[in-house]
């Protein structure tokens, strides 16, 4: 007899592999590396201390004596710098390596806040933050395409909402001991944030490895940011991050400034920006599993329109009870569009662009801190009532922009093979493949499909 053959799926199989998105449970254990996790605790380490920027408005103010429209101009020039910083970053860690442009950033970050710490001519603070805008924010796509390279496509839901978490945990760390600090000793925050970037930079540089082969394929291969500039996607996407990066920068550039109006001491301003660590910490981890089996774009619209709703209820806050009420509020919507940002740029992204994808994104990021600082404290100056309806205004308008642009930032599904039922033959395939094709288990994306 001859021996039975069995029923090729082979057609499926050379499907481009789905991004599942039923709702069953993936029950293949998930192994992120020790790379990555050594990422998590460096970015943990840098995160616990970050208190310079948070508080560079107040510190201005109070400290050296800046009126409020000078503050915001001032760190107008932070902006500036960050504005290039992640073009700079992403196309460096492209061409030269994530860990060479990671350590240089931290190293030049250190010395710029030791220097500023002590710097006393108006000149040299506002070149300062012009230099520390750069350094600050040129690392920042690098930490993205690093999880891209470390951790495969169908993982990194889980690693992206790990390292969103774990930077919180840390940054809710920082807040509540950084607005006791700047009562008495502005300069210990510089001293402590420049320490801990240090750290960063120096795990990534020991224990971080780079991928194997990823330089001389990116050398081969075509690059620059025209590449990147041809998706009309990700443009679209980016102008949609940049405006909702004005609106929730507010909480750097003009909600000290609205607390201190409201005759409440710093460390409020504190309080509330550690309870915004400390919503993320408890309600992200129940969150993410039920974002991640969404519709990314969905989730990023729904997000930045609550974070519009946060910001317009500080509008009536004068107490400690109503800032905190309006941090937990827009903290609770910030969830969303952090849970899917992510992976959606780095699915957007050709491998060898992934650095200068994470780039663009970074520059929507940084346009945000020059718009917010310029055209926030501008607003504030003018009214509150102005300044938080405004932001309300914008944060509907993004997430409208996304809601529209939805369906490009969906997964593509596979095409189902086209077979004639006409033979016996045929049929068993047919039969082969619907088993096949049953729902997988859900992909944990982060962005949420």
């Given at each position: 007899m001859r021996p039975r053959q069995p029923a090729r799926p082979a057609v499926i199989g050379k499907q481009r592999p789905e991004i599942a998105t039923g709702p069953a449970k993936s029950k293949r254990p998930v192994r992120l590396g020790r790379g990555f996790w050594v990422l998590c605790a460096g970015a943990f380490i840098n995160r616990a201390g970050t208190m310079v920027v948070p508080f560079m408005t107040l510190y201005l103010v109070s400290a050296r004596g800046f009126s409020i429209v000078v503050a915001g101009a001032t760190l107008a020039g932070f902006g500036g710098g960050a504005l290039v910083a992640p073009l700079i970053g992403g196309a460096l860690a492209d061409r030269v390596g994530r860990r060479v442009t990671l350590l240089g950033g931290t190293l030049a970050t250190a010395a710029i806040m030791v220097a500023l710490a002590y710097a006393r001519l108006t000149a040299l603070i506002v070149v300062l933050i012009l230099l520390l805008g750069v350094t600050l924010e040129a690392p920042r796509p690098v930490t993205q395409a690093l999880v891209a390279d470390l951790v495969p496509e169908e993982d990194r839901a889980r690693a992206y909402a790990a390292l969103f978490w774990v930077s919180n945990l840390g940054f809710a760390a920082a807040m509540t001991s950084a607005g006791f600090l700047a009562q008495s000793a502005f300069t210990a925050i510089f001293w402590i944030d420049a320490g801990t970037g240090l750290l960063f930079g120096g795990l990534v540089w020991l224990f971080v490895p780079e991928r194997p082969g990823r330089l001389e394929a990116v050398r081969k291969s075509p690059s620059g940011y025209r590449l990147v500039m041809r998706d009309r996607t990700m443009l679209a996407f980016t102008a949609a991050v940049l405006v909702y990066y004005f609106v929730y920068l507010q909480s750097d550039s003009t909600l000290p400034l609205a607390v201190h109006r409201s005759g409440l001491a710093p460390h409020v301003y504190g309080l509330c920006m550690a309870l915004n660590g400390v919503v993320i910490c408890l309600a992200q981890p129940v969150l993410a599993p039920h974002l991640i089996r969404r519709d990314p774009g969905r989730v990023w619209a729904a997000g930045v329109a609550l974070v519009g709703v946060?910001?317009?209820?500080?509008?009536?806050?004068?107490?400690?009870?109503?800032?905190?009420?309006?941090?937990?509020?827009?903290?609770?919507?910030?969830?969303?569009?952090?849970?899917?940002?992510?992976?959606?740029?780095?699915?957007?992204?050709?491998?060898?662009?992934?650095?200068?994808?994470?780039?663009?994104?970074?520059?929507?990021?940084?346009?945000?801190?020059?718009?917010?600082?310029?055209?926030?404290?501008?607003?504030?100056?003018?009214?509150?009532?102005?300044?938080?309806?405004?932001?309300?205004?914008?944060?509907?308008?993004?997430?409208?922009?996304?809601?529209?642009?939805?369906?490009?930032?969906?997964?593509v599904k596979p095409e189902r093979p086209k077979l004639d039922g006409s033979s016996s033959q045929t049929r068993q395939r047919l039969a082969v493949a619907a088993v096949v094709s049953q729902p997988r288990p859900r992909s944990c994306d982060p962005q949420g499909v």
């Open positions: 946060g910001f317009a209820l500080t509008a009536i806050a004068s107490t400690t009870g109503g800032y905190l009420l309006s941090v937990t509020v827009w903290t609770l919507g910030e969830i969303l569009p952090a849970t899917v940002t992510g992976a959606i740029v780095a699915r957007l992204a050709p491998e060898e662009l992934r650095g200068r994808y994470s780039g663009l994104y970074s520059l929507a990021v940084a346009s945000g801190w020059l718009t917010s600082s310029l055209g926030g404290t501008q607003l504030l100056s003018v009214s509150p009532l102005v300044l938080w309806g405004s932001c309300a205004a914008l944060s509907a308008a993004s997430a409208y922009g996304v809601l529209r642009l939805a369906p490009r930032l969906r997964p």
